[in-house]
């Protein structure tokens, strides 16, 4: 079996940007953590819902300017927020300033059951489609994205839900064909886009058997394809404790034996000082 590979997330709210920047230089210096994630709301899930809320994209270009080492990415963006083509010279922009770090997360958006994130879509003027919808423009996002991160020459695309003329990105992405794409969710029809598209796969932790069902499935549909499911890596969120370590111990345990070699550690705010170190010495 491969080594897993373990990251920290530090959700960009109620937090101000030198916490965030304190902690992913200090775990830019330990090379036991090998990736670093933001989140990609534009008003707090959590905590005090007026408070701060950093624009994904924007701060992860200056965590990316201010690192060296680590892998870094938004776990999830949201296909939803941001027309295709203009994110993906928005990720272009972050590799390049990275020198070739980015992994592209990105997901179908906000559930609709999910009031408190619901919210940001219409304070911010952002349209709100159903599921069907947002999977199946996630699916021609990506399409294109890809397209614009390689494609020699401009090339319009008529889809169902993306229409582009004359579509052309310069620069590329430092990395090529482009960065790893990572796609995070659980439904069916999600893990379909997932098969087609993804290098990684994310799903939260908290139901360990459910998240062995869904990867149970994705290896069919890769199958249903004709593709190696191996070729996708498995990613799981869990979200640390400081006051009961041996919890997330467990959980990293169980996830890794799982066949998850993609951890991620959701980091609670406030930060201790020393929580890279800490999440090395004693979670690690």
Known sequence: MTAPTIGIMTAPMNVG???????WQ????????GHA????HLMPIGGDPTGPAFEGWTLLSALAAQTRRLRLGLLVTSNRFRPPAMLAKIAA??????GGRLDFGIGAGSRPGHPIARREYEAHGLPFHDFRHSVRSLDESLTVIRRLWTAEQPFDFAGEH???TGAFGNPK????????????????ALLRVVARHADLWNIPGGDLADAVSRSALLDRLCEEI??????ITRSMHLGVSYERPDETRRA??????????????????????????????TLL
């Not at 940007?17 to 902690?23: G, I, T």
């Not at 922009?93 to 990275?98: F, H, I, K, P």
């Not at 992405?173 to 069916?188: A, L, N, Y």
Request: net charge negative.
């Open 37 to 40: 994630w933001l989140f990609d």
């Open 162 to 164: 993306v229409q582009l």
């Open 26 to 33: 200090e775990a830019d210096e330990l090379p036991e953590i």
């Open 252 to 281: 990293i345990g169980e996830a890794v034996e799982a066949g998850f070699g993609h951890i991620v550690l959701g980091l609670p705010a406030p930060y201790p000082p020393g929580v890279a170190h800490w999440v090395v010495d």
């Open 173 to 188: 992405p430092m990395q090529r064909p482009g960065p790893p794409v990572m796609i995070g969710g659980r439904s069916d």
């Open 93 to 98: 922009t972050v590799d390049v300033v990275a």
């Open 226 to 231: 004709g593709r190696d499911p191996a070729s």
């Open 17 to 23: 940007y030198p916490d965030v920047l304190r902690v």
